[in-house]
């Protein structure tokens, strides 16, 4: 038998949640001079604990929620959003982000690049992209999924341009997202609050300047299997404590799994901790109930992805005299 399972994750979630309140408020008010708090909430466990987080640190009546849906997101998004936002009985504002994502050519530049793969696809197909190849000790690689109007699946190989240009394009959404968030803030003199777990946050899983700009980060230091507990622990509601992660970014349904990550995300969680702690490959397989040849290809995977992600963590590179330009920015 293994010794290496998921009580690895096992927390005392009333202190952690005091702990995390305490310190979002200390920073709040004493580092960042901000009177409350924003947070865009997507009807996903992340953004919910977060939220109910906020609440605890600095009380409902500072809190501003944000609902920002557009043309792609799952209706069940927005009124999971509702219910937590009544739920927790925070102000809460909802702005369709489409008509501007439209106006900036987010749609247009998306299909273009589809279209490239599969010449018959047109605005009313819905797509996804899909990752594979890690897990086989290869590169990893994207196709094309795109379903047509009457119900058939089209797989494509997608080029490396056409990839880029519909990653591109999709990243709008959490720019824009990111925009209204900071909008609110500076108009409420509230700070930003950024909901990634720790998975995302160690992977890269995030827009820069999108959903990966904040003031605060309260839950990076996570795992996902910990937020799911700390929103049990918390109480929320069970259509968000529950939520199954997906991007819900593109029309086709698209689980973080198939799109970014190596494994379902309780088995990344794992893995991700395993490395971290200089888990041996075969105590991981044992694990995972799987081989050694695919334990070590889940950890190439991770070092891969820290390795390309890793501008995405880095602050902006200053080509002059650094000290000078930064001295009392700590003050």
Known sequence: MST?????????YAQETARIAARMREVTARVLHKRGLVVAISGGVDSAVCAALAVEAVGAARMLTLILPERDSADASASNARILAEYLGVRVETFDIAPALSAIGCYDARDEAVRKAL???TSDWRMKLAISGGLDGRINHFRLVAQSPDGVLHERALGHAEYLQIVA???HKQRLRKTLEYFHADRLNYAVVGTPNRLEYDQGFFVKNGDGSADIKPIAHLYKSQVYA????????KCVSTATPTTDTYSLAQGQDEFYFALPWKQMDLALWAL???VSIGELARALDTSEAAAQAVYTD???KRRSTRYLHRAPILLGDEEALTAG???
Not at 4 to 12: E, K
Not at 230 to 237: D, N, Y
């Open 4 to 12: 290496l399972d998921w009580t690895v994750f096992d927390l005392d």
């Open 119 to 121: 010449p018959e696809y």
């Open 169 to 171: 394009a999709t990243s």
């Open 230 to 237: 700390l929103a049990q622990h918390l109480g929320l509601p």
């Open 276 to 278: 971290d702690h200089n």
């Open 302 to 304: 991770i070092q891969s």
């Open 329 to 331: 920015t700590d003050a």
